[in-house]
């Protein structure tokens, strides 16, 4: 399927577990967005990290002073 239009939507339906919904529920009201805007960001979050491991980058978690406190694997 192509999408020529950048505008126009398509629309998916998702079956989710109990959890997974509550945590995007959640993610949602601590951004003041909705499920949507939560699913959108994650997805470019992802093809960040994505784009940076095919580049030989990483992605990193560091405190206010730049110390790194996490690496994210597995990506």
């Not at 009201?29 to 939560?38: F, K, P, R, S, T």
Request: proline letters at 1%; charged letters at 25%.
């Amino acid at each position: 399927m192509t999408i020529k239009d950048k505008n126009q939507r398509v629309q998916i339906n998702l079956d989710l577990s109990p959890e997974l919904y509550e945590t995007l529920n959640n993610v949602a009201q601590q951004l003041n967005g909705d499920m949507a805007e939560v699913l959108l960001k994650g997805i470019v979050l992802m093809q960040v990290a994505v784009e940076a491991k095919l580049n030989g980058k990483h992605l990193w978690i560091t405190d206010e002073n730049q110390t790194l406190e996490t690496e994210i694997v597995g990506i």
